[in-house]
């Protein structure tokens, strides 16, 4: 029921509380807050355990069962190279997580500094931009080293380009997190201007970053994938291509528990973090790359099984819009429609998005904490919610979220009633 009928405020309350009690006593118990893919998502990558047996040959460029090649398996960095256009000299290979190397990207430029610059946590107080909404976990790796976020507004183009010029004036300012394609959680793509833009950016600080997290490169939703423009290219043909460091793994493409991360940039960001790196490992798990290329042989075949997930969770996401469409209206939600990533993001009437993920845990469904979606936890309008639609089945997704817009009316009007 949308808001628009005759009665007032408070008598539309005690209808949605009858329809929120009777969520409440059929004791559900979902879980929509993390962005993790379905069973049958994984299950696309199933073939993969049929490929290595006791009489595959896993060689190539040497003796992959064996130690070496830090940056990882010819073969595999070809199809990345491929997918994201960079040179092999670009890219390392890493372990399962893009998250851990981002983490140790921080946690690098904190203990021994960026090329030959002072280590980070010898520099005083250091400050970090954070597009916001953003990505819970980049703002708990800034918030673990003590690294102050600057919240920089973020529209659908991509964040304020302005505002970022004049915050890298300040020498201090060493870094920026962005999630440039499908964002978490907004969905957006950042627009070749901003792109251009950032690629080109000349901060005081010579050790500033983008820690450019393309985790959502080739997720599309949709049969056209939506570009977006090389940062590195960019920031090469314009003398700067030192400024990014750009992130990425399979987690949602194979396995979210077992794939392949990756890190590129420059040749001499990548000598350094290979320096760095080898105090770390030998080198990372071949045997799983191996498996990777074997599996897929060609970046061609990966944007052809990127259309397989888009055929499994196009309809959830389908889901999630439709019953925001038809049980909200424009006072209580808007939300985004995104064509591609792993979530949609949904601003509430301002003070109520706390309590509407308090009430809709209260009738057993949980989704992400109100606020996470900004550095400290802290949404200053209380007002962002990320909706994680691919792990849930249809149906557990259309009670969730018939869940989620009752609590949201009821939060609304106990604010208006
Ligand atoms: C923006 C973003 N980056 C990174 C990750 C995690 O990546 P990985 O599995 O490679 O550590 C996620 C997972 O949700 C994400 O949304």
Redo the contacts with the bound molecule.
């Keep these: 029921m949308l808001i628009t009928s005759n009665q007032s405020n408070s008598e539309l309350l005690k209808t949605e509380q009858l329809v929120y009690a009777e969520y409440k006593s059929a004791n559900l118990n979902l879980d929509m807050s993390?962005?993790k893919p379905c069973p049958a998502q994984l299950d696309l990558s199933q073939g993969m355990f049929d490929i290595l047996t006791s009489s595959t040959v896993i060689k190539g460029a040497q003796d992959y069962r064996n130690y070496g090649l830090l940056d990882g398996i010819p073969e595999f960095k070809k199809i990345v190279c491929d997918l994201i256009n960079v040179q092999p000299s670009e890219l390392l290979l890493g372990g399962?997580?893009?998250?851990?190397l981002?983490y140790d990207s921080v946690q690098r430029a904190m203990q021994f500094g960026i090329l030959g610059g002072t280590p980070f946590n010898k520099q005083g107080k250091i400050k970090w931009l954070c597009p916001v909404p953003g990505?819970d976990?980049?703002f708990a790796i800034t918030e673990t080293f003590g690294i102050e976020m600057i919240n920089v507004p973020l529209d659908e183009n991509g964040p304020d380009i302005n505002f970022i010029k004049a915050q890298i004036k300040d020498p201090a300012v060493k870094g920026m997190w962005c999630?440039p394609k499908y964002?978490?959680p907004t969905g957006i793509v950042y627009s070749d201007s901003i792109v251009e833009q950032l690629a080109t950016l000349k901060p005081a600080a010579s050790d500033f970053r983008i820690y450019w997290?393309n985790?959502?490169m080739i997720h599309t939703l949709e049969e056209q994938d939506t570009p977006l423009l090389n940062i590195l290219t960019i920031a090469k043909q314009n003398n700067n291509a030192d400024i990014v460091y750009i992130?990425?793994?399979t987690?949602?493409i194979t396995f979210?528990g077992g794939?392949i991360?990756f890190i590129a940039s420059s040749e001499k960001n990548m000598s350094e973090i290979k320096k760095r790196m080898s105090m770390q490992t030998i080198g990372h798990d071949k045997i799983n790359q191996f498996a990777h290329y074997s599996f897929f042989k060609t970046s061609t075949n990966i944007i052809e099984h990127m259309q397989k997930h888009a055929k499994i969770i196009k309809p959830k996401f389908d889901i999630v819009i439709n019953t925001l469409e038809t049980l909200l209206d424009a006072n209580i939600a808007k939300w985004s429609y995104p064509k591609g990533?792993?979530?949609i993001s949904c601003d509430l009437a301002h003070g109520t998005a706390k309590r509407t993920i308090a009430l809709a845990k209260e009738a057993g469904v949980i989704f992400t904490p109100a606020g996470s979606t900004y550095p400290y936890g802290n949404d200053p309008l209380d007002s962002n919610v990320r909706i994680a639609p691919t792990l849930p089945s249809l149906q557990d997704l259309s009670t969730a979220m018939k869940v989620f817009c009752v609590a949201a009316k009821i939060a609304y009007l106990e604010k208006h009633a």
């Design positions: 993390r962005g399962n997580s893009s998250l851990n981002m990505y976990r980049h999630v964002s978490n997290d985790a959502y992130f990425g793994s987690s949602k979210a794939g991360a990533g792993y979530f």
